[in-house]
């Protein structure tokens, strides 16, 4: 095995032993971008040189014997939708392709504080609109399984830097499943935390009441570490939540005996892969094996691809066209060139700015938020989401967590749902309603299809209630090893 492919915390513990120093480590890693970036396109930028400047650093405090943070060394990348001082921040669109940020994202300046080495920024669907990284402005990223399919989206660059051993670990962001799903394509663990768990302080907007940062990793170890580091109350995001952050490695291994997993009947309609039905129930029996108890559940609105997918879209492209409405080719970003008025300036710069997929949403939350329109649409899918809490915290009184498919399909053929938005956002099924009730969920691999694409599993859990996700997401984990 190449020093590319450990994980962060084997990563650390060879560090700490002395077989490898922070500086091999890190450009073994910057080999391996070197040798798959081209190939699958996962990073928009890469800084090595700082890279390996903050690896010395390191390497200099531990032989000093100073002590370290518990990322001490290891080689993360950064979505580029995520701030990172000095450095572009372009969220994947033309509209900010020369932005350079001025300061960390709050989860940025928590992977400093706990010495991670930061390797780069990487691609993803134009301001983390889509579910297949092919709306970027820097060229669609590939799934590393299988070139010829998409990697998921929109934190498909995090995921297939994770997969393709071109970093140990990145952080990613999911409004409606953009963690968990590239995961599920890419064969990696995605987390997405409860709302309010990490600060969104320093993450570029697409719809504030569903967007959070999450980890993307190659075992579940590695995302219990990651979450601990950048979760925790921060004063500049007011929706931080001021509540204790446990130590979500401590408990990993306690097991799932005494749990109650419940099969929301919903997830396993028709539209579902019979490959990934299977391949979940098969993970359902080993939990059963292992002393959880199995318990058919309904979520009549939060599983019912009119309801769920619908309020969804509304409520994140009408908050979209709200959080957009900034970029506007007067303060920052790309402005048109050829306007001679401000009206001009203003319409020209959006409309070669933003891309297609951007544009589509602005239109429709710009629609539903619009006089005539509010209550039949926006208010409409607010009440829905009212009842997808409601559905859930019924399921949670009967178990302690929810299991089910990622996707209904693996990773799909690069072009083949991009002239289809319905096709496409129908992708999101299983996941947007965590988004929209403020839950917790992970995305944790289980088996490959026959044709070899991964396939992952989700599991949901009460709001703050990650301990017990990821106990059970290791369990599926050494179980499915």
């Known amino acids: 095995m190449s020093q590319a492919q450990w994980t962060a915390h084997e990563a650390i513990e060879r560090q700490n032993s002395g077989d490898i120093s922070s500086v091999e480590l890190t450009q073994a890693v910057i080999e391996r971008i070197d040798a798959e970036n081209g190939r699958i396109n996962a990073y928009v930028h890469v800084d090595a040189p700082t890279a390996l400047s903050q690896a010395e650093q390191i390497d200099a405090r531990r032989h000093r014997g100073e002590q370290l943070g518990p990322l001490a060394g290891v080689p993360i990348a950064i979505k580029d939708v995520m701030c990172v001082r000095g450095g572009r921040t372009t969220c994947g669109s033309r509209i900010l392709q020369d932005y350079v940020a001025p300061y960390d994202a709050t989860a940025v300046s928590r992977l400093r504080s706990a010495d991670a080495v930061l390797l780069g ?178 979520l009549p609105v939060a599983g019912h691809a009119d309801y769920c997918v619908g309020a969804y879209y509304v409520v994140a492209t009408a908050e979209a066209s709200a959080n957009l409405s900034r970029f506007d080719g007067v303060r920052f970003g790309y402005r048109a060139e050829q306007a001679t008025d401000l009206q001009q300036m203003y319409h020209q710069s959006r409309s070669k700015g933003f891309g297609d997929e951007v544009k589509r949403r602005i239109m429709l939350g710009t629609y539903v938020l619009s006089a005539g329109y509010y209550d039949a649409y926006y208010l409409k899918a607010q009440k829905v989401r009212t009842l997808i809490r409601d559905d859930f915290s019924r399921a949670f009184e009967e178990c302690d967590l929810l299991l089910g498919p990622v ?56 709001a703050f209630a990650e301990e017990t996700l990821l106990r059970a997401a290791y369990s599926i984990e050494q179980m499915a090893n």
Do not use: W
């Open 407 to 462: 996707a209904p399909t693996t990773a799909f053929a690069v072009g083949e749902k991009i002239d289809d938005p319905l096709q496409m956002y129908l992708n999101d099924i299983y996941t947007v309603t965590a988004n929209l009730a403020g839950l917790p969920g992970v995305s944790v691999p289980i088996a490959h299809a026959d044709d070899g694409l991964p396939i992952g599993a989700q599991l949901l859990a009460p």
């Open 121 to 298: 920024k990487t691609n993803m669907d134009e301001f983390a609109m889509g579910s297949s990284n092919e709306n970027s402005h820097f060229g669609p990223t590939r799934n590393p399984h299988s070139i010829d399919r998409v990697p998921g989206g929109s934190s498909g660059g995090s995921a297939a830097a994770v997969a393709a051993h071109a970093a140990i670990a990145a952080l990613g962001s999911d409004t409606g499943g953009s963690v968990r799903q590239p995961a599920g394509y890419c064969g990696i663990v995605g987390l997405k935390p409860s709302y309010g768990r990490v600060s969104r302080y320093g993450l570029v907007a697409y719809a504030s009441s569903l967007d959070q940062i999450g980890p993307l990793t190659k075992d579940v170890e590695d995302t219990a570490l990651l979450l601990g580091v950048i979760s925790g109350h921060d004063p500049r995001d007011a929706t931080s939540v001021d509540i204790a952050v446990p130590d979500y490695r401590e408990k990993l291994q306690t097991g799932v005996e005494g749990l109650t997993i419940g099969m929301p009947e919903e997830y396993f309609a028709e539209g579902l892969d019979s490959q990934i039905a299977a391949a979940v129930e098969g993970a359902a029996a080993r939990l059963e094996k292992a002393g959880a108890k199995l318990k058919q559940v309904s």
